[in-house]
Structure formats: structure tokens, C-alpha cells
């Protein structure tokens, strides 16, 4: 099985693309930027006796995603992990102050940029009758943030596009999922230990999901072992305790 998981070089995406690895699978992963954090990667899943690679891809300069996928070779199943964050922080701006600029750019590269990855990896899917997609989205594409909203909006147009496409692509064997994360703690992003306490209490398991507990949620979507998940949004247990208004 050979896997390509975007934006693979740091968090959910790197802790995802290990979980393959110890799973026997063959694994690409993509970075933006840190080609030395994605070199680390790669030599830490070929640890596990597997093939690893990793290849340039940045969703808002389109001209690199089919050269990306070229250079992968046929995927058997993709998570579309990486994203554009955007430069307009939450609470930072009144709705009406953000920038047509940042609307425009949100969707280019979250939601256009993902469509035509996708786009590249299925055709092979289709020949081969088979293939797994996994969106990772964002418990702020349901639960809003206080001031401007691309980011959440560009990541529920993945809600749309994941059930359409798993009605399109299913008669070819293909299954289409959304992985919903809540507030993961990955080592990326710093909150105040206060707020991670507050929030894991409101959780069923009195806890907030790792990106390794993200990553065994996407690896299941994504694999054989789902025989029939298709067109669902799977919310990981972090997304039950936040409030992106308590932050």
C-alpha cells in the first residue's frame, strides 16, 4: 500500500505518516516549507522497513500539486492534511475588516488547492477499483470563532466536497471521509496548560487527543480495514470538551 499524506513534515500529518509506517505502508509525505523536518520524516518511516520519499507541494501555487502527485507515483490512499492557516487571527478583526484578499486566498488553497489534489490521485484509483481519501478538518469549520471565518469556512466546503465525491467515486471502490480534529495537542501550537486542563475536563475521556490519537482515527478511514465508511464526518473525542469561544 502506498500512502501520500500532504503537509506530512510536522503534527497530525508526520504523526499520521509514522502510523502507516508501523502499519507496513509505503509512505510520501508533502511539506510547504522544512525540507529538513520532512527529511526527518522520511528517515524515521523508513525506520520501520518501508519506503519513504517526500516531495515539494504548496496548495496555494496550483502548478505544484500534479507534479507532486507525479512524482509519487499511484496512490492507494491520500490524506489531505496540509493547509493554509491564513494571516488573519482569531478575534484579531471585525468580520466586515477581513480582506476580500484573505477570503480569496483561503479558498484557493484550502478548498480549490485540495479539489484538484484530489483530482490527480484519482484516475489510478479509478483504473485500480480502489482508494481511500481522508480530509482532515477542523472542529472551528462547525463550532465558528469569534471574528473573521476563512479558515473555518474553507474547511466545512471539505464536509461538501467529501460527501459528493463519495457518492461520484464509490462505485469505483473509492472511500471518502472527513476527520474532524478538536484541539489536538501536537507541539505546533502553544496554549496556556489552564485552558488545555479546562478543555480536556469538558471531554468524555477527561482528556484532548494527541496527534497520534489523530492519526489511528485517519489511518483506519484510510485503509482497508474501513470496508464501508464512506461520506462520513468523524469527529475525534477533543472536539466534545472545545469551545473556541473559551480561548
Same mark, same amino acid.
Given at each position: 500500500?502506498?500512502?501520500?499524506v500532504?503537509?506530512?513534515?510536522? %503534527? ?9 509506517a508501523?502499519t507496513?505502508?509505503?509512505v510520501?509525505?508533502?511539506y510547504n ?17 518501508v ?11 496550483h502548478?505544484?500539486?500534479a ?10 490512499a ?7 492557516? %491564513?494571516?488573519v487571527?482569531?478575534?484579531?478583526m ?18 480549490a ?17 480502489w ?8 472542529g472551528?469549520?462547525e ?22 465525491l ?21 507541539g505546533v ?6 485552558v488545555?486542563?479546562?478543555l ?9 487527543s ?8 485517519i489511518?483506519?478511514?484510510g ?7 464512506t461520506?462520513e ?15
Open positions: 500500500m502506498h500512502v501520500l500532504t503537509g506530512g513534515s510536522s %503534527g497530525i500529518g508526520a504523526a499520521t505518516a509514522l502510523a502507516y508501523r507496513g505502508a509505503d510520501t509525505i508533502t516549507q522544512g525540507a529538513d523536518r520532512a527529511a526527518e520524516i522520511v528517515r524515521r518511516v523508513e525506520k520501520e522497513g519506503r519513504g520519499a517526500a516531495v515539494h507541494l504548496d496548495l496555494e501555487d502548478s505544484t500539486i507534479p507532486a502527485v507525479a512524482q509519487t507515483g499511484p496512490v492507494d491520500l490524506v489531505a492534511n496540509a493547509v493554509r492557516w %491564513g494571516t487571527q482569531p478575534g484579531s471585525a468580520f466586515e475588516d477581513v480582506p476580500a484578499a484573505e477570503w480569496s486566498a483561503a479558498l484557493h488553497a484550502n478548498v488547492g485540495n479539489a484538484l489534489l484530489i483530482q490527480a490521485v484519482l484516475p489510478e484509483m479509478r483504473r485500480r477499483q482508494g481511500r481519501i481522508v480530509l482532515v478538518s477542523s472551528i469549520a463550532e465558528g470563532v469569534p471574528g473573521p471565518g476563512p479558515y473555518g469556512t474553507a474547511k466545512m466546503a471539505l464536509h461538501g466536497m467529501a460527501r459528493a463519495a457518492w461520484e467515486a464509490g462505485k469505483d471502490g473509492i472511500l471518502v471521509n472527513v476527520a474532524v480534529a478538536g484541539l489536538t495537542v501536537t501550537r502553544a496554549f496556556p496548560q489552564e488545555l486542563d479546562r480536556a475536563a469538558r471531554t468524555p475521556s477527561r482528556r484532548l494527541t496527534a497520534d490519537d489523530m492519526a489511528a482515527l489511518v483506519f478511514l485503509s482497508a480495514a474501513n470496508h464501508n465508511v461520506g464526518i468523524i469527529r475525534d473525542g477533543s472536539n466534545a470538551g472545545r469551545s473556541a469561544h473559551a480561548l
